[in-house]
């Protein structure tokens, strides 16, 4: 898979404001509100879990918020992506939060961990960037760096035009098939008129 990713091109201000026709927030004047709306979804997210993970990795970071977020909880946050505009923002917000999280540019098909470096893994809008006959390597590659008991989180929202989200329960499952990830719960969320959040736990068996 090609990892030069154009983030700017994707994601970044000439594409801003398509980006926020379908809920990607990365604006600096943006930021507050992300940085609130991800520290409220991952406190739910990790009250529910049986620990606090010590070790986290956000997969796909982007700009960083769920790095940031993350840190913030006090975890050992690595925020990882393919793209070094991306995280040089991401870097930039850790600086304006005042928390360390250690950035790593990559591929997430071939990630640079040693196994079972994590006990949470998170990926937020990453995964619809992998294609589908790639998808079982990333999955394989999750598993390897989480620790058995440790959580896969992955949250995908719907594309402007498309009913449903990039990911469904059934890409999901074909995804993890035959690797040490199993799929524990699945939710859909509606979070307006036309946008759908789909969140998947897995956990490392
Ligand atoms: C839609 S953005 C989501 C960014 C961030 N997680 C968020 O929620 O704001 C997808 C991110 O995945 C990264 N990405 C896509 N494919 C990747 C790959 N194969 N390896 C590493 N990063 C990748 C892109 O550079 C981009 O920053």
Same mark, same amino acid.
């Given at each position: 898979?090609?990892?030069? *990713? &154009?983030?700017?091109?994707?994601? !970044?201000?000439? /594409?801003?404001?398509? %980006? +926020?026709?379908?809920?990607?927030?990365? =604006?600096?004047?943006?930021?507050?509100?992300?940085?609130?709306?991800?520290?409220?979804?991952?406190?739910?997210?990790?009250?529910?879990?049986?620990?606090?993970?010590?070790?986290? *990795? &956000?997969?796909?970071?982007?700009? !960083?918020?769920? /790095?940031?977020?993350? %840190? +913030?909880?006090?975890?050992?946050?690595? =925020?990882?992506?393919?793209?070094?505009?991306?995280?040089?923002?991401?870097?930039?917000?850790?600086?304006?939060?005042?928390?360390?999280?250690?950035?790593?540019?990559?591929?997430?098909? &071939?990630?640079?961990?040693?196994?079972?470096?994590?006990?949470?893994?998170?990926? +937020?809008?990453?995964?619809?960037?992998?294609?589908?006959?790639?998808?079982?390597?990333?999955?394989?590659?999750?598993?390897?760096?989480?620790?058995?008991?440790?959580?896969?989180?992955?949250?995908e929202c719907n594309q402007p035009g498309h009913a449903a989200p990039a990911a469904t329960e059934d890409s999901i499952r074909s995804?993890?098939?035959?690797?040490?990830?199993?799929?524990?719960?699945?939710?859909?969320?509606?979070?307006?008129?036309?946008?759908?959040a789909l969140l998947a736990a897995l956990v490392r068996l």
């Amino acid at each position: 898979m090609d990892t030069r *990713i &154009d983030w700017d091109e994707h994601h !970044g201000p000439a /594409a801003r404001g398509g %980006a +926020r026709a379908h809920g990607h927030e990365h =604006g600096h004047a943006h930021d507050a509100v992300v940085d609130a709306a991800e520290d409220a979804e991952l406190a739910g997210f990790l009250a529910g879990l049986d620990a606090s993970p010590a070790a986290a *990795i &956000d997969l796909g970071c982007g700009t !960083g918020a769920t /790095a940031v977020a993350l %840190a +913030r909880h006090g975890i050992v946050t690595t =925020g990882f992506d393919g793209s070094e505009p991306a995280l040089e923002h991401a870097r930039e917000r850790a600086r304006a939060a005042g928390v360390e999280v250690e950035w790593v540019r990559g591929d997430v098909l &071939d990630l640079p961990f040693a196994d079972a470096s994590f006990d949470l893994a998170l990926d +937020r809008g990453c995964l619809h960037h992998v294609a589908a006959t790639d998808q079982p390597c990333y999955a394989a590659q999750v598993a390897r760096v989480l620790r058995p008991g440790g959580t896969f989180l992955v949250r995908e929202c719907n594309q402007p035009g498309h009913a449903a989200p990039a990911a469904t329960e059934d890409s999901i499952r074909s995804m993890v098939a035959g690797t040490a990830l199993e799929l524990r719960r699945v939710v859909r969320r509606r979070l307006d008129d036309r946008r759908y959040a789909l969140l998947a736990a897995l956990v490392r068996l």
